[in-house]
């Protein structure tokens, strides 16, 4: 449908009485005038973009797509009240059909200063799948036909997702009541290591373990998307050998471009194209910036967008720009705070390297800020850049739907 939504006007929580029903902060105007940008195209470039995005299904990896407080040192004050905002309106002037929500809940504070409880992301889920029940614009998505309806109808079909199976525990069987509430993708660690594996901040990565191994085997039987994006290189290398089904790196970049170990080196890449898995690209502040230039923009994301295709193939590269609407930067900056808070990083281990400073990083990402301009910009990149019509199908929803068939 491209930009054809059948979108009606709903908000977040419209049905609840506001300071009466749920506390209210100040939430970022979504589209900002100032940082909004579109790839400069000549007239007849702009048709071909909105005749492709009309045929073809578009699919976003990896978001956030929740309007954050105006005033990012709130942040924390908001987290505690285990209630997000889904941007309704503003993904409704975006191209996308189907989003894959990771929800918030390494930093769900609830019952916690660290996330990632138990307690907490159901709590989180529970809100969201309530709001979402008292609006008919956005498909909350258990199969991959929703997101083929969804394009059809004019409306967004949301996948549930969380980032880590921290909550889990030594908890199996939660990954099949994660599945009945509706969670169709989950990494297995987030940055720190857990029960299943090495996280990728970790300085000794010990790979998968027998739990995670048998999490595995779990989430396969389910039809439970894994996603390897913040683990170790060797956990994620394990967890694609142990799967006999395909996996997704749904945001990161290439670590060639840029040395950090947010990133993923050729070994893991290649070895995840051979396993017919896909990866999507990030565009966080910060992540896919590239050596040569260290300021991140559409340029530096479409950089490392090219190495993976031509390390890859064309057939294993999608997108997850992993934006929001609000301060991406302003949040960085209280995680670490929040994160001091919870008795974390007070300490420097001899040795361990880290990521570029917050403050160093810029403002905002010109061209991929939030998820209502990214993937528009994604594919006006590659019309501008000579990409056949076949080929921008494919990385804007066409890998991702082959992969979503494989395990779904």
Request: one cysteine or more.
């Amino acid at each position: 449908m491209g930009r054809k939504k059948k979108y009606q006007g709903y908000n977040a929580y419209q049905y609840l009485t506001p300071s009466v029903d749920y506390r209210v902060f100040k939430l970022r105007e979504a589209i900002k005038n100032d940082w909004t940008y579109a790839v400069p195209l000549s007239k007849a470039e702009e048709e071909r973009v909105e005749e492709i995005l009309e045929k073809n299904i578009v699919i976003d990896l990896h978001e956030h797509p929740t309007l954050m407080v105006e005033d990012a040192n709130q942040s924390i004050e908001m987290w505690k009240e285990g209630r997000e905002f889904m941007a309704y309106e503003a993904l409704s002037h975006s191209p996308l059909d189907a989003v894959f929500d990771n929800l918030m809940d390494g930093s769900a504070q609830i019952t916690s200063k660290h996330g990632w409880k138990w307690t907490d992301v159901i709590h989180d889920l529970g809100q969201r799948l309530c709001d979402i029940s008292h609006q008919n614009y956005v498909i909350h998505c258990k199969r991959l036909e929703d997101i083929i309806a969804a394009h059809k109808e004019g409306k967004l079909a949301w996948v549930a997702v969380l980032e880590s199976s921290s909550s889990i525990e030594n908890e199996m069987d939660r990954i099949d009541v994660l599945y009945g509430f509706g969670i169709r993708s989950m990494g297995l660690t987030y940055s720190e290591s857990n029960m299943l594996g090495s996280g990728l901040n970790e300085m000794k990565d010990g790979g998968l373990t027998d739990f995670g191994y048998d999490c595995v085997v779990r989430m396969n039987k389910v039809g439970m998307l894994i996603d390897v994006s913040h683990a170790g290189d060797q956990t994620a290398l394990d967890a694609i050998e142990s799967s006999k089904k395909p996996i997704i790196v749904s945001h990161a970049g290439a670590r060639t471009l840029l040395p950090i170990k947010r990133l993923f080196p050729d070994e893991v890449l290649q070895a995840l194209a051979e396993s017919d898995g896909v990866i999507g690209i990030e565009a966080a502040p910060g992540y896919t910036a590239t050596k040569e230039n260290p300021i991140p923009s559409i340029d530096t994301y479409m950089a490392h967008l090219e190495y993976c295709i031509e390390l890859m193939g064309i057939d294993h590269v999608g997108c997850g720009p992993d934006t929001l609407y609000g301060d991406h930067v302003g949040f960085y900056r209280l995680e670490d705070n929040r994160l001091l808070s919870a008795g974390l990083g007070h300490y420097s281990r001899p040795g361990k390297t880290s990521e570029p400073p917050v403050d160093q990083l810029p403002d905002y990402v010109r061209g991929m800020e939030n998820a209502t301009e990214a993937m528009n910009n994604v594919a006006r990149w590659l019309v501008k850049n000579g990409y056949s019509d076949r080929d921008i199908a494919k990385i804007i929803g066409g890998n991702a739907i082959r992969l979503l068939k494989a395990v779904w």
